[in-house]
T-cell receptor, first 114, second 112 residues
């Protein structure tokens, strides 16, 4: 009965490199959300996806950031040309999409940009 | 802009006593409120929620109170236990919408 799985747990990138963060939702969940937590801040909504569809990306920066949730495989949050300000904890959450409000979160990926 | 605010970033309480965490919100469209608990190196876990049609919801040692007119909610934990030591996040949304707005969190330390 695995929960939301995120990998890697820690990711170190140099400025200008690409970061790929992966999220496998809980079994039976078809809705995925990505949140970002900057140091000393609360979690901020980035993007909401269903299988093969981006439903709401209003919280995601317009440039360098993209997300996908393909028919097969995990959801991917991709950050191109990373900058120091991208250093944060990135959390993925899933829900069954049946109106259940409760989100189940993964343990997060800590991204450090050198 | 911070739509959900949690002041008093940290709280220390003796085991067995009550912990009270406060949360204020500014967006009057919010009608569903949640508390999440987070341990270091883990993701937030759901604790308790309340919809705007209620003013109180209780689950075991945890009770959430909602004052809509003041745009204020609070979480009461009684009795507090050492395992309750964690960061507590208040979150809010429009019902049916999982784009949660989170506060910055309160660190709770329960002293044995």
């Amino acid at each position: 009965n695995a929960g939301v799985m995120q990998n890697p747990r820690h990711l170190v990138r140099r400025r200008g490199q690409e970061a790929r963060l992966r999220c496998s939702p809980m079994k039976g969940h078809s809705h995925v959300y990505w949140y970002r937590q900057l140091p000393e801040e609360g979690l901020k909504f980035m993007v909401y996806l269903q299988k093969e569809n981006i439903i709401d990306e209003s919280g995601m920066p317009k440039e360098r950031f993209s997300a996908e949730f393909p028919k097969e495989g995990p959801s991917i949050l991709r950050i191109q040309q990373v900058v120091r300000g991208d250093s944060a904890a990135y959390f993925c959450a899933s829900s069954p999409g049946t109106g259940e409000e409760k989100l189940f979160f993964g343990s997060g990926t800590q991204l450090s940009v050198l | 802009d911070q739509q959900v605010k949690q002041n008093s970033p940290s709280l220390s309480v003796q085991e067995g006593r009550i912990s009270i965490l406060n949360c204020d919100y500014t967006n009057s469209m919010f009608d569903y409120f949640l508390w999440y608990k987070k341990y270091p190196a883990e993701g937030p876990t759901f604790l308790i929620s309340i919809s705007s049609i209620k003013d109180k919801n209780e689950d075991g040692r945890f009770t959430v109170f909602l004052n809509k007119s003041a745009k204020h909610l609070s979480l009461h934990i009684v009795p507090s236990q050492p395992g309750d030591s964690a960061v507590y996040f208040c979150a809010a949304s429009h019902y049916g919408n999982n784009r949660l707005a989170f506060g910055k969190g309160n660190q709770v330390v329960v002293i044995p």
